[in-house]
């Protein structure tokens, strides 16, 4: 597996390309490429890594992804074991906007826009009202032709530049990783989503990437700013996430299906990864 150089479609008579994935789980490898990417989540849920971002999407989620920065959206397990069509489904806006040309993008009605999208290579996500705007303006933005969608999209990147409503995703620079970089990165987290469930030794990374146990730690925390085990657990918590909203679920039942073996060590990442505790999380969800 490698880190896939995403070529995006050029529209012949466009600026912008559209695109509409509706399957039963998002493509679920490492990917990148050179243009921004806006993406609303219609209908599917799961974990988008981003950088050194781990975190849940989910219907009604509305996200920037920067410049050969590489991510994916993996669903939770019931989208690969329902496999049902359409279970998924998502609508995005690939734009390179440096390459519609200085004259255009250097306007001085675009300078908010320049900065935020200067910022904004980090990735983000809207919040609050923000996100029912922006899906708003994506649904006309997709039943539009020629100027009317191109000013369509104009109106969402300076809804988005003026927005204190917006929250970056990652930390980590943008990188275009080389192939060898992304081949061992996409093989780690493949590995992880499919054995969270367990415990995992370190040796066990260090064998699949082929190096020694320090030198995969030095690895690692390189290219994510993270420990291996502070991923893993954000990983789990957010698996566990979905899983706390189940009503037949307890949360001593979720710590342990979702790889911890201890209710109170569970409790404690909870709290680090998402600043409450399964029971508040739970009763903040259900209103």
């Known amino acids: 597996m490698r880190v896939l150089p995403f070529r995006i479609p050029k529209a012949e008579q466009s600026a912008i390309h559209l695109q509409i994935d509706d399957e039963p789980y998002f493509y679920d490898k490492l990917h990148q490429h050179p243009e921004r990417q806006l993406t609303v989540i219609e209908k599917g849920e799961g974990t988008l890594i981003y950088g050194d971002f781990v975190g849940?999407?989910?219907?009604?989620?509305?996200?920037?992804?920067?410049?050969n920065v590489p991510h994916v959206f993996r669903c939770d397990e019931q989208f690969y074991a329902k496999n049902e069509s359409g279970a998924a489904l998502s609508r995005s806006i690939f734009f390179d906007w440096e390459g519609m040309g200085t004259a255009f993008t250097q306007l001085p009605e675009f300078r908010k826009v320049n900065a935020f999208l200067a910022q904004a290579e980090q990735g983000g996500v809207a919040t609050g009202k923000?996100?029912?705007?922006?899906?708003?303006?994506?649904?006309?933005?997709?039943?539009?032709?020629?100027?009317?969608?191109?000013?369509?999209?104009?109106?969402?990147?300076?809804?988005?530049?003026?927005?204190?409503?917006?929250?970056?995703?990652?930390?980590?620079?943008?990188?275009?990783?080389?192939?060898?970089?992304?081949?061992?990165?996409?093989?780690?987290?493949?590995?992880?989503?499919?054995?969270?469930?367990?415990?995992?030794?370190?040796?066990?990374?260090?064998?699949?990437?082929?190096?020694?146990?320090?030198?995969f730690c030095r690895y690692f925390k390189q290219h994510t700013r993270k420990t291996y085990v502070e991923f893993l657990n954000e990983y789990r918590v957010n698996r566990a996430c979905s899983l706390l909203l189940q009503a037949d679920r307890t949360v001593a039942a979720v710590a342990y299906e979702v790889g911890f073996n201890n209710l109170s060590h569970f409790n404690r990442k909870f709290k680090a990864v998402m600043t409450q505790t399964p029971k508040a999380f739970i009763a903040a969800a259900k209103g």
């Open 56 to 67: 849940r999407f989910a219907p009604g989620d509305v996200f920037l992804m920067g410049s």
């Open 130 to 215: 923000l996100t029912s705007e922006i899906s708003d303006l994506f649904e006309a933005i997709f039943k539009k032709r020629g100027v009317e969608r191109f000013n369509l999209f104009m109106t969402v990147l300076d809804r988005l530049s003026r927005s204190k409503l917006w929250k970056p995703l990652s930390a980590l620079p943008n990188r275009n990783l080389k192939e060898l970089e992304g081949q061992r990165l996409d093989d780690i987290f493949q590995f992880t989503m499919t054995n969270y469930q367990r415990p995992i030794a370190l040796e066990e990374l260090a064998e699949l990437t082929h190096m020694n146990k320090a030198a």
